[in-house]
């Protein structure tokens, strides 16, 4: 019998490759105020050997799920996070094939069509064999590194195949289109900044430390005005209530308490490194 089970990711930005324990996953660099942050669910299939998630651009690794433990190893379609690719978080713009609107956008016809489900179906099995061939789902930390690399040169292969069956101003259109994703998803700073736009735009490092340290300016202000915002809608709200009500809220209220949340990212990565630690005897 096939059990599954759900798994909430919460990434922020664009889903990235880590090593995650407990549903959360922080990146390195904390989410800009406004920045979309992407809530994922994924089906954790374990029928045979390690459980492995398998969806058209994103896959993962996952072990002990009986014992309690949910660490994931997780490999996107887009990039490898970490040290371990440079230029991590860059939109692979055929990642997007696996987009129904992008598919139709590019106009793909029938063989092509085929060409594209028979790639994501062999690529499926082998993410699949990589997972069951690891002696029963037992995921080594120290392999981690190996593991992402393996997986990579097998992405490496689908896209090739991906990209030789695209003529050439869909693949011209299909970059345009990964690009408007990206300042979508990441935001402008971080899309001008990331190194095939600068190479494009021919961005030097004098321009660059401007547009970050605009970026930051620019940050704190839309803070600033968020904050108002929220206190002008709150406003409006309450305003529908009648003085009784409100006098109501009030008591229920309390006094102002300000409240300062903890750093969630911080958090995350200290509980990943703690655990981490734990497996590897450190």
Known sequence: MIRKAIHSLVISGLCLGGV??????AQDDEPAVGEEVMEIQMSVDNSGGAPVVISSSRMSFAGDLEGGESSFQIFTGDS???DWLPNAGAINPLSLLDNTDVREELELVGDQLDQFQSAQNELQEQIREKAQSMAGGKLDPSQMKDIAMEIAEL???RQAKLESMLLPHQLDRLKQVALQIQMQKS????TLLSDQVMEELGIDEAQKKRIEDR??????ELAERMEKLKEEIKGKLLSELTSTQQAKLKELSGDKFDYKPNNINDQIRERINQ???KRVGG
Do not use: C, D, T, Y
Request: glycine share 12%.
């Open 20 to 25: 995650l324990s407990s549903p959360a996953l």
């Open 80 to 82: 490898i996070a970490g």
């Open 155 to 157: 992405q490496k292969g």
């Open 187 to 190: 935001g402008a700073a971080r």
């Open 215 to 220: 970026q930051k300016e620019l940050k704190k």
């Open 275 to 277: 655990r981490m630690k």
